[in-house]
């Protein structure tokens, strides 16, 4: 029997503008939570060993709308003269995906530190978007110089600089070192958030948001306190075990849910994707690649990664998108990216997002 061409969309994977030929991705065997049978028809999810739970048919979640974050460097510089005459180094960075997306119009919060260095002093400048609060250090250097450290914004002026100079340096440079504070933010929640706490209080990304473990329900099965299509940061997940349930048991019971919710979401989009672009599959399933999203195969198989349950729903559509154009184009030719953008109109931010996320962040199970 002929093996079956099959097409896979790999972590960090780069991609190409919409419209652009590329080359296709590498042709590799499929990963395993379960053998895909040869025949059926129908949109059915085989779940794995791992407690995927076989989808049902829920309403069609409606995707809210994307939010972009920016991976933070600590450490990197501008200067500036005391007139505010230099640029700062480099170009800002372009969004990327943050497990807990700000909006753009959204504050980063700069809270004063528990301690400050030797000689420094907290100050807070209002600036057109928001209150910037930075470390302020003086110095013999002979120009202002912005960084960003593990505590925010640090300033270092000359002594013969005026406080009144410093504050409008800062209020020139607000719309960087905004761009800065947001990068830092959002890096310092991804870290976060890759080292799950396995105990109450520890904190989950689902569907682009933070939910928060709880133990002790006193329901038979795990449950979300809130909407489970519509999550909002701090929902209590409850899950049905012990109050001194260790570490193991809390990760295992937080796994099982979320691949059951993967499966329910995830047939629930790929229902409405088939139904507003016609096509068919034969079979869907959940797969824990370490190294792709999805795949498709030419006969109508398709897996999809059970960890995009992580991220907000724009990123999974675009990923259900791209797997359901493969049974039209099975390349990444710029006939396979306008099919990409028939099935999901202005899916390129959301492409863009997921090929700058580092798999990292990602919770370890």
Same mark, same amino acid.
């Given at each position: 029997?002929?093996?079956?061409? !099959? ?12 419209g ?5 991705l ?5 990963p395993?939570? %379960? ?15 791992? %407690? ?11 995707a ?32 990327g ?16 530190? *528990?301690t ?11 600036? *057109? !978007?928001q ?15 912005? /960084? ?12 013969? /600089?005026?406080?009144k100079?410093?504050?409008?340096? /800062? ?17 310092k929640e991804q870290?976060?958030?890759? @080292?799950?706490r ?8 689902y ?6 473990i709880?133990l ?7 449950a979300?306190? %809130?909407?489970?299509? @519509?999550?909002a ?26 691949q !059951?919710?993967?499966g ?18 034969k079979r869907?399933?959940?797969s ?5 999203w ?7 198989h398709?897996m999809?990664? =059970? ?15 791209h797997?359901l154009a ?10 396979? =990216? ?28």
């Amino acid at each position: 029997m002929a093996r079956n061409n !099959q097409l896979e969309l790999l972590f960090n994977a780069p991609a190409p503008d919409a419209g652009d030929a590329a080359e296709p991705l590498p042709v590799a065997a499929a990963p395993s939570l %379960g053998q895909v049978p040869d025949s059926g028809a129908g949109l059915d999810a085989i779940p794995g060993p791992a %407690g995927a739970a076989s989808p049902a048919a829920p309403a069609t979640p409606a995707a809210p709308p994307l939010a972009a974050g920016t991976p933070g460097i600590p450490g990197e510089r501008a200067e500036t003269s005391p007139a505010g005459t230099a640029a700062p180094k480099g170009g800002g960075p372009g969004p990327g995906f943050s497990l807990a997306p700000s909006s753009p119009l959204l504050q980063v919060p700069t809270p004063c530190p *528990p301690t400050l260095p030797d000689g420094a002093r907290w100050r807070v400048v209002q600036a *057109p !978007q928001q209150a910037i609060g930075f470390i302020l250090q003086r110095s013999r250097r002979r120009s202002i110089g912005f /960084v960003i450290t593990d505590d925010g914004l640090r300033v270092t002026a000359p002594n013969w /600089v005026t406080l009144k100079q410093i504050d409008e340096a /800062v209020l020139e440079k607000s719309r960087w070192i905004v761009t800065k504070l947001r990068a830092w933010h959002d890096r310092k929640e991804q870290l976060a958030l890759s @080292q799950t706490r396995w105990q109450p209080g520890g904190a989950l990304p689902y569907l682009g948001k933070r939910i928060v473990i709880a133990l002790g329900s006193h329901d038979r099965h795990a449950a979300l306190a %809130g909407d489970a299509d @519509q999550p909002a940061d701090g929902d209590l997940l409850r899950l049905a075990l012990p109050a001194d349930a260790d570490g193991p048991r809390i990760r295992d019971a937080a796994q099982a849910w979320l691949q !059951q919710r993967a499966g329910v979401w995830f047939g629930a989009r790929l229902g409405h994707f088939l139904q507003v672009s016609g096509l068919k599959i034969k079979r869907w399933r959940l797969s824990s690649a370490a190294t792709r999203w999805g795949s498709c195969t030419s006969d109508g198989h398709i897996m999809l990664n =059970w960890r995009l349950i992580h991220f907000s729903p724009a990123i999974i559509d675009y990923v259900i998108a791209h797997e359901l154009a493969h049974l039209r184009e099975m390349n990444h030719s710029s006939n396979f =990216w306008a099919e990409v953008g028939h099935i999901l109109p202005d899916y390129e931010q959301a492409r863009d997002i997921l090929r700058r996320h580092d798999p990292a962040s990602l919770p370890t199970f």
